[in-house]
């Protein structure tokens, strides 16, 4: 008798069900073979690394920067709560693995009662006892159909998509601190731009001042020099508005103080690697967000092999064995023996369509991921189009850029030099002042522009999420 609940556990092992779970076939990527750029500046291939190999130490080369993004990787509480949430679908899924296998507990009671004798058959008082131990298990579902296994293997997949939210997490947080931090250098640049251009001003206001004094400058021309020194300082008060604001946004993502010591360097082109951009079938297995929506649509397709095994029947299992016995000193005695074996078949026989619907639903769910997935392909293609296509006209367009805050440069010193000997008015001179503070403000966004284009190349690519996640939770 005791062998029982082993045995039924032994059944429950053996007996194995068939799975209903459609066998899954990736989707088709909706996207082209190559990306939509001339052969001129075709991206570097695969087989000089791929991006999720490159890491983002590799990727952004300043130390300044590199602490940061390493300060944001401990420290950011988006990355935290997605770490935490990975542990949480582990639970979850572990929860639900855990009803493949038989719940097997242990028992044991004890009750002692008097019956007072008016209510005895013996007109006497009686004092009785009742001891039991067991050891069984209770309301185990065969897995015949698979049902279990499915949502087993559902969240199992869940869990897995996860993983990729929290990989998504990193890379995002990564090329945002990165990006935070290029602004921050970038008006930084604005601002002492602004703080010199403001000084040249005033400068050309005391001069235009003092010329008016001796009946040289008109009053005009005190008026225009002054509204270009009105103007200045208007920036300048926006670009250190803009300073904080980017250090305030730059301290949200790190999680923690950023070191004061920062150096408000000028923004250079070697600031960055250029990242390698392979083939588009690349990002099918480069990017976490596509690799999280894939296994969604597989969790999808799972809860179908449970919505088609609700239809057949179920058989449950309930079943102990122990030792029952009036005294407690006899528990254990021979014939004290006992067992129980309660089977139980529920078949499914009128649901008002209910079953159908869940199924249908199903189906429906699984439609849906595949169209989720097919949109974060076609997304990623386009970013990654998106961030090709500006890495040439960027490159370019800072060419001229620097080209033409050359030319302002010349033509400013020309102005100045014809205004000095009386050749030109204040006009022309105030006029080549405000091209050449445009010309050099346009050239420092332009670079911001770019390298920020880059960085989010770097993240359209998966890159960096390869690298070991260091997230303190």
């Not at 595949?370 to 890495?391: P, W």
């Not at 346009?442 to 770097?458: K, P």
């Amino acid at each position: 008798m005791s062998k029982s609940p082993m045995s039924l556990a032994a059944v429950a092992f053996v007996l194995g069900g068939c799975s209903l779970i459609p066998d899954y076939q990736r989707p088709a990527a909706p996207i082209a073979q190559q990306y939509p750029q001339s052969p001129a500046y075709a991206p570097t291939q695969a087989a000089n690394g791929s991006a999720a190999e490159q890491g983002w130490r590799d990727q952004f080369r300043d130390p300044a920067l590199q602490q940061l993004i390493q300060s944001a990787l401990s420290n950011n509480r988006d990355l935290r709560v997605a770490a935490l949430n990975v542990e949480a679908y582990r639970a979850q899924y572990q929860i639900q693995r855990a009803d493949l296998y038989p719940a097997v507990s242990a028992s044991g009671s004890g009750t002692r009662q008097r019956t007072p004798g008016d209510l005895s058959s013996t007109g006497e008082a009686v004092t009785s006892g009742s001891y039991s131990a067991g050891l069984g298990i209770s309301a185990y579902e065969l897995d015949l159909f698979g049902r279990i296994r499915s949502l087993s293997q559902e969240a199992m997949q869940v869990y897995l998509s996860s993983e990729e939210a929290q990989r998504s997490t990193q890379l995002s947080l990564v090329a945002n601190v990165a990006t935070a931090y290029l602004t921050w250098r970038a008006d930084q640049e604005l601002l002492v731009l602004t703080q010199d251009t403001l000084k040249s001003y005033e400068e050309s206001l005391r001069l235009t001042t003092r010329s008016n004094a001796v009946g040289v400058a008109s009053a005009l021309d005190v008026s225009q020099a002054r509204t270009t020194v009105e103007g200045a300082r208007a920036n300048l008060a926006k670009f250190q508005r803009q300073v904080a604001q980017d250090m305030n946004g730059l301290t949200l993502l790190v999680g923690t103080s950023v070191p004061d010591n920062l150096p408000a360097l000028p923004l250079a082109s070697n600031l960055l690697t250029e990242v390698p951009a392979g083939l588009p079938s690349d990002l099918l297995q480069r990017r976490p967000d596509i690799l999280q929506a894939e296994y969604l649509l597989k969790s999808a397709n799972a809860d179908i092999g449970a919505a088609r095994a609700a239809f057949f029947p179920s058989i449950t299992l309930t079943a102990n064995a122990g030792t029952s016995s009036s005294q407690l000193s006899g528990l254990f005695k021979g014939g004290s023996g006992s067992w129980l074996f309660q089977p139980q078949i529920n078949l499914p026989i009128f649901n008002a369509g209910s079953l159908r619907a869940s199924l249908d639903y199903s189906k429906i769910q699984k439609d849906i991921r595949v169209s989720q997935y097919e949109k974060s392909i076609q997304t990623a293609f386009q970013e990654v189009s998106d961030g090709l296509a500006a890495r040439k006209t960027y490159s370019e367009q800072l060419t001229a850029q620097r080209d033409l805050v050359q030319a302002n440069q010349d033509y400013y010193r020309l102005a100045e030099r014809r205004y000095r000997i009386g050749v030109d008015n204040n006009l022309t001179f105030l006029d080549a002042q405000r091209s050449l503070f445009s010309a050099q403000q346009t050239l420092i966004t332009d670079r911001l522009a770019q390298l920020t284009s880059e960085v989010g190349l770097y993240k359209a690519l998966g890159g960096g999420w390869a690298e070991r996640l260091n997230v303190a939770l």
